[in-house]
């Protein structure tokens, strides 16, 4: 009678963690999707969203934009001051090292 009474409770204790772990799953499931916050986003965040068909994602300016090559080209025109211009050269007249 010992042992049913162990294993019985046993049981319970599975059982009571079981359903202590589904309960935090669910909630904490349920919150991320309520305190989810958008990433900052760049030209070069808004051009990998438009390459993965995402251009209703980024908002009213690009809900009417059907393809990438269109989508790229209104970032640019969005996000203008986060682009990186890779021609410029360095302000402080720094040369930088060539691999050869």
Same mark, same amino acid.
């Given at each position: 009678? *010992?042992?049913?009474?162990?294993?019985?409770?046993?049981? @319970?204790?599975?059982?009571?963690?079981?359903? %202590?772990?589904?309960?935090? !799953?669910?909630?904490?499931?349920?919150?991320?999707?309520?305190?989810?916050?958008?990433?900052?986003?760049?030209?070069?965040?808004?051009? *990998?969203?438009?390459?993965?068909?995402?251009?209703?994602? @980024?908002?009213?300016?690009?809900?009417?934009? %059907?393809?990438?090559?269109? !989508?790229?080209a209104k970032c640019d025109?969005?996000?203008?001051?986060s682009r990186i211009n890779?021609?410029?050269?360095?302000?402080?007249?720094?040369?930088?090292?060539?691999?050869?």
């Amino acid at each position: 009678q *010992v042992r049913n009474y162990c294993s019985r409770q046993r049981g @319970l204790r599975i059982m009571a963690l079981r359903n %202590g772990l589904l309960a935090f !799953c669910i909630l904490t499931s349920s919150l991320t999707g309520a305190v989810s916050v958008r990433p900052r986003l760049d030209n070069h965040g808004c051009k *990998v969203i438009c390459q993965r068909f995402g251009m209703k994602s @980024l908002g009213e300016e690009f809900k009417d934009i %059907g393809n990438p090559t269109d !989508c790229v080209a209104k970032c640019d025109e969005v996000f203008a001051d986060s682009r990186i211009n890779f021609a410029a050269k360095p302000e402080n007249g720094l040369k930088l090292p060539v691999k050869r």
